[in-house]
């Protein structure tokens, strides 16, 4: 198993530029998540998803947007970069009934520019 | 409000030594489930443990040893005889139906450990 894959590993955009951070698990998990990890101030989550179809907001969903067409992939959109959107991306997922009781499996993390 | 604590932002300790990093939370939930995260300096996140609110009992994994007392609200990680190789960020996340049982995350703390 591959576990979670992210991509790219490194990107750097300009001001109003668009991209997608691509996440996918080969796990079967039900839950994902996105992460923003921003130095000295640990992990917020951005959005979430407990199943293909639906997604959720999480603490920091402003600028962003997400999609779960498939048990595998959950693909984060930034569609007006700015540069407080500078920072380390990471994906992660989870099985369970529920995200307080599993342990998540965090990919390797996308490291963001805005310039 | 659901909060996490970590109030050492970087430790240094000369290989070998015993090194403790402290964890408070805050919930107002009765069911609650709290997990370490490590993340080495290649990026990745990497779980390490993760116990619930109903099991006060101390666990211990080879050199790493977690102390939990709901008196203190505190949830401390200790590793003996510490390595170069245990050097990283490690996160305090706490989940509970308060914050609808996303994981929230303290601010880490960075361990050096010199040889």
């Known amino acids: 198993n591959a576990g979670v894959t992210q991509t790219p590993k490194f990107r750097i955009l300009k001001i109003g530029q668009s991209m997608t951070l691509q996440c996918t698990q080969d796990m079967n998990h039900n839950y994902m998540y996105w992460y923003r990890q921003d130095p000295g101030m640990g992990l917020k989550l951005i959005y979430y998803s407990v199943g293909a179809g639906i997604t959720d907001k999480g603490e920091v969903p402003n600028g962003y947007n997400v999609s779960r067409s498939t048990t595998e992939d959950f693909p984060l959109r930034l569609e007006l970069a700015a540069p407080s959107q500078t920072s380390v991306y990471f994906c992660?997922?989870?099985?369970?009934?529920?995200?307080?009781?599993?342990?998540?499996?965090f990919g390797p993390g996308t490291r963001l520019t805005v310039l | 409000a659901q909060k996490v604590t970590q109030a050492q932002t970087e430790i240094s300790v000369v290989e070998k030594e015993d090194v403790t990093l402290d964890c408070v939370y805050e919930t107002r939930d009765t069911t609650y489930y709290l997990f370490w995260y490590k993340q080495p300096p290649s990026g990745e996140l990497v779980f390490l443990i993760r116990r619930n609110s109903f099991d006060e009992q101390n666990e211990i994994s080879g050199r790493y040893s977690w102390n939990f007392q709901k008196s203190t609200s505190s949830f401390n990680f200790t590793i003996t005889a510490s390595q170069v190789v245990d050097s990283a960020v490690y996160f305090c996340?706490?989940?509970?139906?308060?914050?609808?049982?996303?994981?929230?995350f303290g601010a880490g703390t960075i361990l050096r450990v010199k040889s």
């Open positions: 996340a706490l989940s509970g139906l308060e914050y609808g049982n996303k994981l929230v």
């Open positions: 992660a997922s989870s099985t369970g009934t529920g995200v307080a009781y599993n342990e998540q499996f």
